[in-house]
């Protein structure tokens, strides 16, 4: 009975993990929006959603520090309970990239950051880096280590686009503002490191389904 009750304690923190990524992808759903249109309240919400994202992370901590006290985990147990510590620390900075990206907004408000020319590219950043971390949650839920390996691929595009983005702030060299060539190189920055932590994520999962560091 004692593993049952465990076991369905180890489903809900597999479910909270889930939910805290769903946030994450929201903030940064919000923040590129807020990007694009210079939204400032769009922005804010970003920004007040990265406390959100800290206090569910410490509030899962909390879980796992719970559970490995009351039980002795066995081998793949302990492995979800260290790759899910791990997650947390790759969402937190996920999500702080997300504000800082919403922040960009909130500091040039009611200027726009991103020109019109740049604008597609400035999209599809914030579309591919929340499409990732969507699929990374769908590995993390479903413990699909084949799954968690087409994300390396995956985050390729996401490198094709920051080149791009950065050719863009080149040929704007001398002619942009110098804040807009500052800004934009940062934000480019932000969406990659965001796209990386999706991939260090579904590297957690091939770590825990096969206990191989990927």
């Known amino acids: 009975m004692a593993r049952v009750h465990f076991q369905q304690d180890l489903d809900n923190l597999v479910a909270q993990v889930i939910e805290t990524i ?4 929201n903030s940064m759903s919000l923040a590129t929006r807020a990007l694009l249109d210079a939204d400032q309240a769009l922005a804010e919400k970003a920004i007040d959603t990265d406390a959100a994202i800290d206090g569910r992370c410490r509030e899962i901590e909390g879980v796992l520090i719970e559970l490995q006290m009351r039980q002795q985990p066995v081998a793949s147990d302990l492995r979800l309970l260290l790759a899910t510590q791990r997650i947390l620390g790759d969402l937190e900075r996920s999500g702080a990239l997300a504000k800082n990206v919403a ?21 599809e950043m914030g579309d ?7 699929k990374a949650g769908l590995v993390f839920a479903e413990q699909d280590a084949a799954l968690a390996r087409e994300l390396e691929a995956d985050d390729d595009h996401m ?8 050719q863009q702030v080149i040929a704007g060299t001398g002619t942009d503002p110098v804040a807009t060539t500052v800004d934009l190189t940062l934000c480019g920055r932000y969406y990659e490191r965001f796209a990386d932590h999706a991939v260090a994520i579904a590297r957690q999962v091939i770590y825990r389904s096969t206990g191989e560091l990927a």
């Open 128 to 134: 591919t880096a929340v499409s990732l971390l969507n």
């Open 22 to 25: 769903k946030l994450v992808e």
């Open 159 to 166: 490198d094709t686009l920051h080149r791009a983005l950065l």
């Open 103 to 123: 922040k960009q907004v909130r500091r040039r408000y009611p200027d726009h950051v991103v020109p019109e020319r740049m604008r597609e590219t400035v999209a």
